[in-house]
């Protein structure tokens, strides 16, 4: 007739708490040794657990719903009365090893809870949940500094709490009150993903990762990447130092002659016939970007976009298509007796690449789904990076973005691509002073500016246009509109 | 605009049903099959005369240890939950592939598990208990290997191919310098996972170069933890021993009469000097990869259904019942054999304790070690100068 508890075991190599999902006995119900008494949800998956007693339920020492760590005693079976059980459900497991059980088994309740929540074992084996005590020693030089000190609390525990409550806390690091700490969140957000050959290579080089445009396929800085960057910066860096003197490779003369061609001659051109015969109106405008990031970091570790590269720019990509069905005027061309508003987006996004500016497209954009977009904007990027954007890419533009904020700076005066009658350009995204409800907090703020040709699309309609791009940086879940 | 399109959870199972697409439980025209699904007992032309026999009493010795073993994994499974072992490995599905297969065996041969072979210990003689030491986290082994040709179980897999080939060699050498003694040879156990390991490549390689005396005894039981066997190879592995030159057989590893005809040939190919041979028993991991694993997480419960009704023991049940080979006594009485196992089984288990931290001191070297014994009475010291009990753990 002895009283046995059931601790938590770890079901599972190395889990130091579950949830108790549902309880399947009740005080006062007989039960067999295997039968299943509770459900409880781990790190690892829902398991049943079956009773290691025969006898009758005394108590359920755990609430459902309640999550206890590992060693936690949870329920108490009294043995059954001792009439010589039949051999059905496991009625003699029952009497023969409840007397000769291990000691932990038998332990009355009330033993261990002091030591509880400090001490859960990192790798438990079963229910033994020792309190790690220093054992007293016999006084051995009588006076031995040996001062029986409390069990060392380990400071530990609280820290690897709090990085998993901030990452899971919904609106981020801005959303409470001011945190004194900055924020494992930010450190999440603005980590450069890089392999260690790479980011020892950039150390070398005195290179910030985060400088280097990344076009590795889980949007990581790859060598190639580092290399080029490190190409360009020679190349304008080696120039500083001899820049003023060196004359003489420029046959004496004092001015260096670079002959205007290729791109540079198509853009040149391309910008003198838009912003001489375009009239632009620019405006601009700050936005609190947080639920964007938000967003973007929940894509990111979202299944579906395994291996895709999520970055912000998706998101205003979408909204800007979003924004356009709203304000169709700003997909339009201007041709002096017609407008033509396009009844499709080809959405440009203007690139810097080996060969200067490029403003490659992509087709039928307002038909894609968030991710065949993102496949969109990634391939877009890694052709265009490569200097092998074709030409047809580039024709047939409706509304271009130039990612300005790429490059670390807040916002411009674009100018829109001929053929054209708006751009929007999406400055850096950097944690600001916000006011919010009457206090200042940090937020992820950034600036959008658009040109729009005043022919076509007057002043309030640029500003609604905006106001509505804006708004989906702002809440990026009204895409589901 | 376009809500249906933001990422939702019809990609998921599209996904998956594509990720884990099975090749179902057909295995092809090729697979040794002696006993059906339905219970229909066939022969077949080329193994059937290495069956030991398919009479009632063969047929109800090869049930019941399927029974036991089947039993003994419920019991482990449950002591596992119960917080009595740190970890188990589930064998469910495969009795057919262990029992035939360690039934066909000889005393002198040898064989060499991965960690899920508990029914070829049974079919060898280990204690099952014993076996538990192990997945009590109290012992690094758990049994004499030498006791019964059945070596230790290898955690770190594909490694034991290697230790069978090697051990095949040696027999061969053996076999050399004494020709008196009886022909042997080694098998080594692993699974479709292992066999994209190099381990097991190698293993084969010296196999065939030196026409050692080990049969590979593969259970393909479809998945590698969560990565299915589609992934591992894009041809039947029984095919792959063509290329080491040397033959392979796929065998219905849900049939024991079938596994057990088809492994007394390959290790008699073995052990009369021609060499190895590859055998891929065709089976289904029918529960978790170990206790620690969620299969719901990786692949569909359709996929099982279709499964189950291949069980090894209910086929073998149907041909029983169908044929009179045997009725309800038998059943009973083995059943209430399997409960016994199991109040005993847990009772051993809950009896064990973990070994003291002087038996440590005893397992550095094999013999009694000056330095060692040093250490161990500065120990029993230190120990003694606590107050209370002195107990060693």
């Known amino acids: 007739m002895a009283l046995n508890t059931f601790h938590l075991p770890d079901v599972g190599e190395g889990l130091t708490e ?29 398991v049943e657990l079956p009773s290691p007693f025969a006898g009758v339920v005394s108590a359920l020492l755990v609430a459902e719903g309640d999550t206890v760590e590992v060693g936690t005693a949870i329920i108490a079976v009294e043995d059954a009365v001792p009439a ?16 000769e059980m291990p000691g932990e088994l038998t332990t009355p309740p009330p033993v261990e809870p002091a030591a509880g929540p400090e001490n859960g074992p990192l790798v438990g084996t079963g229910p033994k949940a020792d309190a790690v005590r220093r054992r007293p020693r016999r006084a051995a030089g009588a006076n031995t500094p040996e001062p029986e000190p409390a069990p060392a609390p380990p400071p530990a525990p609280a820290v690897p709490a709090a990085l998993p409550a901030a990452g899971a806390d919904g609106t981020g690091p801005a959303a409470g009150r001011p945190d004194p700490r900055p924020g494992p969140l930010n450190q999440l957000l603005n980590r450069v993903l890089a392999k260690p050959p790479v980011r020892k290579a950039a150390r070398d080089l005195g290179i910030n990762l985060a400088d280097v445009p990344a076009t590795g396929s889980s949007g990581e800085v790859t060598k190639q990447d580092l290399m ?15 820049f003023w003197d060196d004359r003489k490779k420029h046959g004496a003369g004092r001015i260096e002659r670079i002959p205007v061609k290729g791109v540079r001659k198509a853009t040149a051109k391309a910008m003198v016939q838009s912003a001489f015969s375009a009239p632009h109106v620019s405006i601009f405008v700050d936005v609190d970007a947080s639920r964007t990031m938000e967003f973007v970091k ?34 339009a061309t201007w041709t002096d007796d017609e407008i033509l508003v396009k009844h499709f987006m080809n959405l440009g996004i203007a690139a810097a690449t080996p060969r200067g500016l490029m403003v490659p497209n992509i087709k039928d954009a307002q038909n894609l789904s968030l991710k065949e977009l993102a496949l969109a904007l990634n391939d877009l990027a890694v052709t265009a990076r490569a200097g092998k954007t ?25 100018i829109i691509n001929p053929g054209e009658v708006a751009i929007v350009a999406f400055g850096t995204i950097k944690q600001k002073p916000w006011v919010l409800d009457g206090e200042v907090i940090p937020r992820w703020i950034t600036t959008l500016g658009g040109s729009f040709d005043h022919r076509v699309v007057d002043g309030d309609l640029s500003a609604r246009f905006m106001a509505d791009v804006a708004s989906i940086l702002e809440e990026p879940a009204l895409l589901l509109d | 605009m376009s809500g249906t399109r933001l990422p939702a959870a019809e990609f998921e199972s599209e996904e998956i049903a594509l990720a884990s697409a099975p090749p179902g439980p057909d295995g092809g025209p090729d697979m040794v099959q002696f006993l059906d699904p339905d219970g229909r007992l066939n022969d077949h032309p080329e193994f059937g005369g290495f069956s030991s026999g398919t009479g009632a009493e063969r047929l109800k010795a090869l049930y019941r240890d399927m029974y036991l073993i089947r039993r003994f994994d419920q019991e482990a499974t449950a002591l596992q939950r119960q917080g009595q072992l740190a970890l188990w490995v589930p064998l469910t599905g495969q009795e057919a592939a262990q029992i035939g297969s360690g039934r066909a065996l000889q005393a002198q041969d040898y064989v060499f598990p991965t960690y899920r072979e508990h029914g070829v210990a049974l079919t060898r003689g280990v204690r099952l208990s014993e076996m538990l030491r192990l997945f009590r986290g109290i012992t690094n082994g758990g049994w004499d290997p ?18 069978a080939v090697g051990y095949a060699m040696g027999l061969q050498r053996d076999q050399a310098a004494d020709p008196t003694l009886a022909p042997a040879a080694s098998v080594a156990y692993f699974g479709d996972g292992a066999s994209s390991e190099g381990d097991v490549h190698e293993a084969m390689v010296f196999a065939a170069s030196f026409n050692a005396p080990v049969v590979f005894f593969c259970q393909n039981n479809h998945w590698a933890i969560s990565v299915p066997s589609s992934v591992q190879t894009r041809v039947p592995l029984a095919q792959r021993a063509e290329g080491y030159g040397f033959p392979g057989i796929r065998v219905d590893g849900n049939d024991v009469v079938a596994v057990e005809a088809v492994t007394n040939w390959a290790l008699e190919h073995a052990r009369s000097g021609k060499g190895p041979v590859l055998i891929e028993a065709f089976t289904y991991r029918m529960s978790a990869h170990t206790t620690a694993d969620d299969p719901t997480k990786y692949r569909l419960s359709r996929e099982e259904e279709d499964w189950h009704p291949r069980d090894p023991l209910a086929r073998l049940e149907k041909h029983l019942r169908t044929t009179g080979k045997a009725g309800d006594a038998f059943f009973d009485e083995l059943t209430k054999e399997a409960k016994a196992m199991a109040v005993e089984l847990r009772r051993d288990v809950q009896a064990m304790q973990p070994p003291g931290l002087e038996e440590r001191f005893n397992t550095v070297y094999a013999e009694p070690h000056p330095l060692v014994q040093e250490e161990l009475q500065a120990w029993r010291d230190y120990e003694a100068g606590f107050i209370g009990e002195e107990e060693t753990s």
């Open chain 1, 298 to 331: 929940r894509l990111k570790a979202s299944r579906d976009f395994e291996g895709i590269k999520v970055s912000p720019l998706l998101i205003l990509a979408k909204a800007v298509i979003w924004a356009a069905a709203r304000n169709p005027s700003v997909n």
């Open chain 1, 390 to 414: 074709q030409p047809a890419q580039m024709q047939g533009g409706t509304l271009t973005i130039t990612n300005i904020g790429a490059l670390g700076i807040d916002t411009g005066t674009p």
């Open chain 1, 228 to 242: 080029s960057y490190q190409a360009q910066r020679d190349a304008e860096q080696d120039g500083a130092d001899s």
């Open chain 2, 146 to 163: 030498r006791e019964n040709n059945f070596h230790l179980y290898t955690l770190v897999l594909a490694a034991q191919a290697l230790h």
């Open chain 1, 84 to 99: 010589p059980g039949e051999p059905t459900s496991g009625g003699p497991a029952a009497q023969a090893p409840a007397p």
């Open chain 1, 18 to 46: 579950a949830e108790i999902v549902s309880w399947k006995v009740q005080p006062g119900a007989v039960v067999a040794v295997n039968d299943t008494i509770v459900e409880i949800e781990t790190a690892k998956s829902l």
